[in-house]
């Protein structure tokens, strides 16, 4: 009888210790985060996060939805410093719609977080287009390009900084495709060694001004073109592309000038501008 009374109280202290430290857990709470706000398919979508409160030997679940359709799921361990990820490889059936998917992590029935991101299939090419390109005194050139969430309506040149200046509408947010000649526009060091093009994006209606320093990903290389993919936020309105290269009939002046304006918006970009994307 004795032993039976000290059972009870002891496994009702334990559930009663057990409650308290899931409270407290609920109470500091998870972090998500995927590494892309796009994907596409055969692309690896990482969902990450953190915890603020670690338990031994429980893990988090980490489950895709598209809708209410489950797409996939993983558990994974939380280190000791309370990071966790996952990665999912978007192939297969169940990645076949287009859309706004979730990412819903669980580490216990009340530590719930949830993030979002766009899947696409692949771009096709009805979705894409070609503009031709003036510059001033030398004739033009093709930039291939596809949009989704909005569109492309010019891509010129710009007079000061002989850069490459793209107006769009952005309904909704989206990415841009951008196919560059390398004989027209590049970006190039010495040795013919491919240096990286400074991206910037203004949201401003009517005039290309209040820049932001964007990042891109390089999706596409050849000896004859470069091809480059930038995400976009509804209501970006100017994408601006700065190389160190335009076409040769322009000379050494316009070389020299397009190396100026890159260092100028490196300097402006480090005190005034923010990199939108990580």
Excluded at 46 to 51: D, R
Excluded at 160 to 165: K, W
Excluded at 251 to 261: D, F, P, Y
Aim: net charge negative; hydrophobic share 40%; glycine share 6%.
């Amino acid at each position: 009888m004795h032993n039976s009374r000290f059972f009870c109280v002891t496994l009702l202290t334990i559930i009663f210790s057990i409650g308290l430290i899931f409270h407290s857990a609920e109470a500091e709470g998870i972090s998500l985060s995927s590494n892309s706000e796009i994907y596409y398919t055969e692309d690896y979508v990482v969902i990450f996060g953190g915890v603020d409160t670690v338990f031994e030997n429980i893990p988090v679940t980490i489950q895709i939805y598209h809708e209410s359709a489950l797409i996939d799921v993983a558990q994974v361990q939380v280190a000791s410093d309370g990071t966790f990820a996952a990665t999912f490889n978007a192939v297969g059936h169940q990645w076949r719609d287009e859309g706004t998917y979730s990412a819903r992590a669980f580490y216990t029935p009340t530590i719930i977080a949830e993030t979002t991101f766009e899947f696409f299939s692949q771009v096709i090419d009805k979705s894409s287009a070609v503009f031709h390109v003036d510059i001033p005194n030398s004739g033009t050139f093709d930039v291939g390009y596809t949009i989704r969430g909005g569109e492309v309506d010019a891509i010129n040149m710009n007079g000061e900084r002989y850069s490459l200046l793209v107006k769009t509408t952005m309904n909704s947010n989206g990415n841009l495709i951008l196919k560059i000649p390398r004989e027209s526009f590049d970006a190039q060091k010495s040795d013919d060694i491919d240096d990286t093009f400074i991206i910037l994006i203004s949201k401003e209606n009517n005039e290309p001004e209040n820049f932001v320093q964007v990042e891109y990903e390089e999706i596409a290389t050849s000896s004859d073109y470069r091809t480059i993919r930038l995400q976009l936020e509804e209501g970006d309105r100017w994408v601006e592309v700065i190389g160190t290269y335009v076409i040769p009939e322009f000379g050494s002046i316009v070389i020299i000038i397009l190396v100026v304006a890159v260092s100028s918006a490196i300097i402006i970009s480090k005190s005034r501008f923010s990199v939108r994307y990580n």
